[in-house]
């Protein structure tokens, strides 16, 4: 069972930045790709961006495209979601999810999901 766990959420003010990680228990050919989902009070749970082990360019919504940035040490197991220029609006619980390719992970087909790390940008 692979395991996923979610660490760097916390408070920012808008314009500012958060690193989130999430650290993997294993890679299997069932999680090649890997990635992050958001979830605000009250809206249901939306995708963020994802990205394969093994190939560089990751997906991302609209709504964060040249703002976040997802990236994976291989070694370490970790995969990082990189928040610059926040908003608001991207108040909400994070999630780490993995799966069996990225664009799996991007249509929320992922197989395994962390419990989430709470991000609160205030205005």
């Known amino acids: 069972q692979v395991q996923l766990v979610e660490s760097g959420g916390g408070l920012a003010q808008a314009g500012g930045s958060l690193r989130l990680s999430c650290a993997a228990s294993e890679r299997t050919f069932r999680t090649d790709g890997v990635g992050w989902f958001r979830q605000a009070p009250g809206k249901e749970r939306e995708f963020v961006a994802a990205i394969s082990w093994n190939i560089g360019d990751g997906y991302y919504a609209d709504s964060v495209k040249g703002r976040f940035t997802i990236s994976v040490d291989n070694a370490k197991n970790m995969v990082y979601l990189q928040m610059n220029s926040l908003k608001p609006e991207d108040t909400a619980v994070y999630y780490c999810?993995?799966?069996?390719?990225?664009?799996?992970?991007?249509?929320?087909?992922?197989?395994?999901w962390g419990q989430g790390t709470q991000v609160t940008v205030s205005s």
């Open positions: 999810a993995a799966g069996t390719t990225a664009i799996q992970v991007r249509l929320g087909r992922g197989a395994y």
